[in-house]
Nanobody, 128 residues
Framework: QVQLVESGGGSVLAGGSVRLSCQVSGYTRDTFCMGWVRQYSGGGREGVASIDEEGSTIYADSVKGRFAVSIDNAKKTLYLQMSSLKAEDTAMYYC??????????????????????WGQGTQVTVSS
């Protein structure tokens, strides 16, 4: 059974930084698409960033130059380094994992916002 467990959220001042982590267990395939999706309190959802087994990344325009997604294969952990945070980055952040290629999960140049497997989410609140 695939399990994803996020950590690292919290409250931060605008302009600050936060790193989110997502520990993966139970996934045995060599190919994958992993990413971060945020859910706003008003109900909207946005794919933030994704990465595949080759290290190819996709970022939403809203976070380019501020966020960095990475993966430590040995630790089976996905990261999202968030810098220059803005109030509009406030959301619940979920990590996702899928066995399909990232390009197959989205028809646009944005990162996927749907995955087969999800973590429980971690809240990031940015105050000005």
């Amino acid at each position: 059974q695939v399990q994803l467990v996020e950590s690292g959220g919290g409250s931060v001042l605008a302009g600050g930084s936060v790193r989110l982590s997502c520990q993966v267990s139970g996934y045995t395939r060599d190919t994958f698409c992993m990413g971060w999706v945020r859910q706003y309190s008003g109900g909207g959802r946005e794919g933030v960033a994704s990465i595949d087994e080759e290290g190819s990344t996709i970022y939403a325009d809203s976070v380019k130059g501020r966020f960095a997604v990475s993966i430590d294969n040995a630790k089976k952990t996905l990261y999202l380094q968030m810098s220059s945070l803005k109030a509009e980055d406030t959301a619940m952040y979920y990590c996702g994992l899928d066995s399909f290629e990232c390009a197959a999960l989205t028809s646009e140049e944005d990162p996927p916002d749907e995955y087969d497997n999800w973590g429980q989410g971690t809240q990031v609140t940015v105050s000005s």
